[in-house]
């Protein structure tokens, strides 16, 4: 009966804790007609509003989320890329403004490149120039690869302020920039650029300057479908920072981390040097006095027969292993001027099949002791080694010295302008300011937004209820009672040691004298089970009727000697004897 309680309270125990622990949290409403309807908790979703640039704080912000503001800012490319053919020169590509596929807040609208295997360009002015002075340049946007990318380029252009950059519409490849920034990918290459162009202060010379490659590998964007931010940080102390996802993945310095480096060098090899014709630049040469041995033999064969062999016994010489088929017929079209004379198949000779072997027999092939191959006279060191030659160095007529590239050209304008075999490309709230602090919280009321919603909306069972739990700090008590009772009663009952039971020896006596075992064997029974049926209730019956004759007896003095007779006995005996000891008084 104890055990059927604990297991009946384990399994209420965990039922309850069943019920507590829902997937998600439901709110009942119930509507005009009083039908309840369940709908999900409104925490499940994140509130979002467009947010407000602060005035004075950006020189260009957008969150693409108002189409009419967007179409009187941004100009799409009419333009034509030079040196290629004409079909598909034009930037065609299609731009529009829509939720995304996967819409995460509401209300939250992106730019997306549609088409794919087209050029597409657009562009904005910015709300005021940036002049590259003593405050840093902070660019920052949202890229989603919603159905992934295999190659092409998702980046962004700072243009170039100038009479080239003043038509818009006519923006391309060629366009003047300042900074390229962004990811690109094509195949299993994923880069991350980050390029400026930097002009020669002497010449006028315009050079593209690359930053090395990040660190950690970036493929990972490109195929989870899901925003991601890119930020560049540029310092007036010619540092820079580029993170994704708010994570450092590039940092470095303009002057030391470019290819090719913004300063060229102070010397250059002298073009006109040539180096002598008796320069020598062999390190070791062939032992000039060394000679071949009269005894090599360049000739010998690396592997010869083996003479130790022996062809095996019952070896058939005189057939071959392969035979014509003798069942095989000519094929009925077969033309002997296309295909030739006609021969059989051949196929295994059956006759060999059970013979050591067939057809001529040869030994083993063995490595040949005198084989020694080509002789070559061992090498020693030149006597004549002048080194390696290089040619002498000179100043180079060329050499400058900008120590400050941060001051590069002004922007006015920034612009996508892109090529890609993926399309519906979403970009989203692209900002440039000069304050990392405004640009951070634009990041919050955009982009961390979204990732809050995506982790929620990915987030396990057990994270739901640990969520849910933490909110409701009172569930952690009926966690105790609904979940740690039942366990506790489990383990009790799988831990606790059984009491055995003792064995319940029968006895066989050869008399009719009670003994001491008759006494324990009943005292025993009585504990196990009392209201177990006994197999001596007919005796014990009997007994009580006796013993009221013997009480009767004792009552009266002459019967005392009687009434001391039939007391003596104090272990009760077996029935039998017991009946037979009284019909005697009687």
Same mark, same amino acid.
Not at 195 to 213: A, C, L, Q, V, Y
Not at 392 to 403: H, T, V, Y
Not at 438 to 450: F, I
């Given at each position: 009966?104890?055990?059927?309680?604990?297991?009946?309270?384990?399994?209420?125990?965990?039922?309850?804790?069943?019920?507590?622990?829902?997937?998600?949290?439901?709110?009942?409403?119930?509507?005009?007609?009083?039908?309840?309807?369940?709908?999900?908790?409104?925490?499940?979703?994140?509130?979002?509003?467009?947010?407000?640039?602060?005035?004075?704080?950006?020189?260009?912000?957008?969150? $693409?989320?108002?189409?009419?503001?967007?179409?009187?800012?941004?100009?799409?490319?009419?333009?034509?890329?030079?040196?290629?053919?004409?079909?598909?020169?034009?930037?065609?590509?299609?731009?529009?403004?829509?939720?995304?596929?996967?819409?995460?807040?509401?209300?939250?609208?992106?730019?997306?490149?549609?088409?794919?295997?087209?050029?597409?360009?657009?562009?904005?002015?910015?709300?005021?120039?940036?002049?590259?002075?003593?405050?840093?340049?902070?660019?920052?946007?949202?890229?989603?690869?919603?159905?992934?990318?295999?190659?092409?380029?998702?980046?962004?252009?700072?243009?170039?302020?100038?009479?080239?950059?003043?038509?818009?519409?006519?923006?391309?490849?060629?366009?003047?920039?300042?900074?390229?920034?962004?990811?690109?990918?094509?195949?299993?290459?994923?880069?991350?650029?980050?390029?400026?162009?930097?002009?020669?202060?002497?010449?006028?010379?315009?050079?593209?300057?690359?930053?090395?490659?990040?660190?950690?590998?970036?493929?990972?964007?490109?195929?989870?479908?899901?925003?991601?931010?890119?930020?560049?940080?540029?310092?007036?102390?010619?540092?820079?920072?580029?993170?994704?996802?708010?994570?450092?993945?590039?940092?470095?310095?303009?002057?030391?981390?470019?290819?090719?480096?913004?300063?060229?060098?102070?010397?250059?090899?002298?073009?006109?040097?040539?180096?002598?014709?008796?320069?020598?630049?062999?390190?070791?040469?062939?032992?000039?006095?060394?000679?071949?041995?009269?005894?090599?033999?360049?000739?010998?064969?690396?592997?010869?027969?083996?003479?130790?062999?022996?062809?095996?016994?019952?070896?058939?010489?005189?057939?071959?292993?392969?035979?014509?088929?003798?069942?095989?017929?000519?094929?009925?079209?077969?033309?002997?001027?296309?295909?030739?004379?006609?021969?059989?198949?051949?196929?295994?000779?059956?006759?060999?099949?059970?013979?050591?072997?067939?057809?001529?027999?040869?030994?083993?092939?063995?490595?040949?002791?005198?084989?020694?191959?080509?002789?070559?006279?061992?090498?020693?060191?030149?006597?004549?080694?002048?080194?390696?030659?290089?040619?002498?160095?000179?100043?180079?007529?060329?050499?400058?010295?900008?120590?400050?590239?941060?001051?590069?050209?002004?922007?006015?304008?920034?612009? $996508?302008?892109?090529?890609?075999?993926?399309?519906?490309?979403? $970009?989203?709230?692209?900002?440039?300011?000069?304050?990392?602090?405004?640009?951070?919280?634009?990041?919050?009321?955009?982009?961390?937004?979204?990732?809050?919603?995506?982790?929620?909306?990915?987030?396990?069972?057990?994270?739901?209820?640990?969520?849910?739990?933490?909110?409701?700090?009172?569930?952690?008590?009926?966690?105790?009672?609904?979940?740690?009772?039942?366990?506790?009663?489990?383990?009790?009952?799988?831990?606790?040691?059984?009491?055995?039971?003792?064995?319940?020896?029968?006895?066989?006596?050869?008399?009719?004298?009670?003994?001491?075992?008759?006494?324990?064997?009943?005292?025993?029974?009585?504990?196990?089970?009392?209201?177990?049926?006994?197999?001596?209730?007919?005796?014990?019956?009997?007994?009580?009727?006796?013993?009221?004759?013997?009480?009767?007896?004792?009552?009266?003095?002459?019967?005392?000697?009687?009434?001391?007779?039939?007391?003596?006995?104090?272990?009760?005996?077996?029935?039998?004897?017991?009946?037979?000891?009284?019909?005697?008084?009687?």
């Amino acid at each position: 009966m104890k055990d059927k309680f604990l297991l009946n309270l384990l399994i209420l125990g965990l039922l309850v804790a069943g019920n507590v622990c829902q997937e998600e949290p439901l709110t009942v409403d119930e509507d005009d007609d009083g039908v309840v309807v369940e709908s999900e908790d409104a925490e499940d979703f994140i509130e979002y509003k467009s947010p407000v640039p602060e005035p004075g704080k950006f020189y260009f912000a957008e969150h $693409f989320d108002d189409k009419a503001e967007f179409e009187k800012k941004w100009v799409k490319s009419r333009a034509k890329k030079e040196g290629i053919d004409e079909d598909i020169a034009k930037y065609d590509g299609l731009w529009a403004v829509e939720e995304p596929m996967k819409s995460i807040l509401r209300d939250d609208l992106g730019l997306v490149l549609k088409s794919k295997a087209k050029h597409a360009a657009i562009a904005s002015r910015l709300t005021k120039p940036f002049v590259f002075a003593d405050k840093p340049l902070v660019v920052q946007y949202e890229v989603t690869w919603q159905d992934g990318q295999e190659c092409g380029g998702s980046y962004i252009k700072l243009l170039s302020s100038g009479k080239d950059t003043a038509d818009l519409a006519q923006f391309q490849d060629k366009t003047p920039y300042t900074i390229m920034f962004g990811p690109d990918k094509c195949g299993n290459d994923a880069k991350l650029h980050f390029i400026f162009r930097h002009i020669n202060p002497i010449n006028g010379t315009i050079t593209e300057k690359h930053s090395k490659k990040p660190k950690d590998r970036l493929e990972e964007p490109f195929k989870d479908k899901q925003p991601h931010l890119y930020q560049l940080v540029l310092r007036p102390d010619n540092t820079f920072t580029v993170r994704v996802d708010h994570n450092i993945v590039n940092e470095g310095h303009l002057l030391e981390d470019f290819q090719p480096p913004v300063n060229p060098p102070k010397e250059i090899d002298d073009p006109t040097d040539k180096k002598p014709e008796d320069w020598d630049e062999r390190e070791r040469i062939p032992d000039p006095e060394a000679r071949k041995p009269e005894d090599w033999d360049e000739d010998a064969p690396p592997q010869i027969p083996d003479p130790n062999a022996v062809k095996p016994d019952g070896w058939l010489d005189d057939l071959e292993e392969m035979i014509a088929d003798p069942d095989a017929k000519k094929p009925d079209d077969w033309d002997v001027d296309i295909d030739g004379e006609w021969e059989a198949p051949l196929i295994p000779n059956p006759l060999c099949e059970k013979a050591v072997g067939c057809g001529l027999w040869k030994a083993p092939l063995v490595k040949n002791p005198d084989y020694k191959g080509k002789w070559r006279a061992p090498y020693i060191d030149n006597p004549n080694y002048k080194g390696k030659w290089s040619p002498r160095r000179i100043p180079n007529p060329d050499f400058f010295e900008d120590l400050h590239p941060f001051k590069m050209t002004t922007i006015s304008a920034v612009g $996508f302008e892109l090529w890609s075999m993926s399309g519906d490309i979403l $970009f989203d709230n692209l900002v440039i300011s000069d304050d990392e602090t405004v640009v951070r919280d634009w990041a919050a009321q955009t982009y961390d937004l979204k990732r809050k919603q995506i982790d929620r909306q990915s987030e396990t069972l057990v994270q739901r209820i640990v969520n849910y739990t933490n909110a409701n700090p009172w569930l952690w008590a009926v966690y105790v009672v609904a979940i740690g009772l039942p366990i506790t009663i489990l383990l009790y009952l799988c831990c606790s040691p059984s009491t055995p039971k003792k064995e319940k020896t029968e006895h066989h006596k050869k008399t009719d004298e009670p003994s001491h075992d008759d006494a324990d064997h009943h005292q025993h029974a009585e504990l196990d089970d009392p209201l177990a049926p006994s197999s001596d209730n007919e005796a014990d019956a009997a007994d009580e009727v006796d013993d009221d004759d013997d009480r009767e007896r004792n009552s009266d003095p002459d019967n005392s000697e009687d009434a001391e007779e039939v007391q003596a006995p104090v272990e009760r005996t077996p029935e039998p004897a017991t009946r037979k000891r009284r019909a005697r008084k009687d």
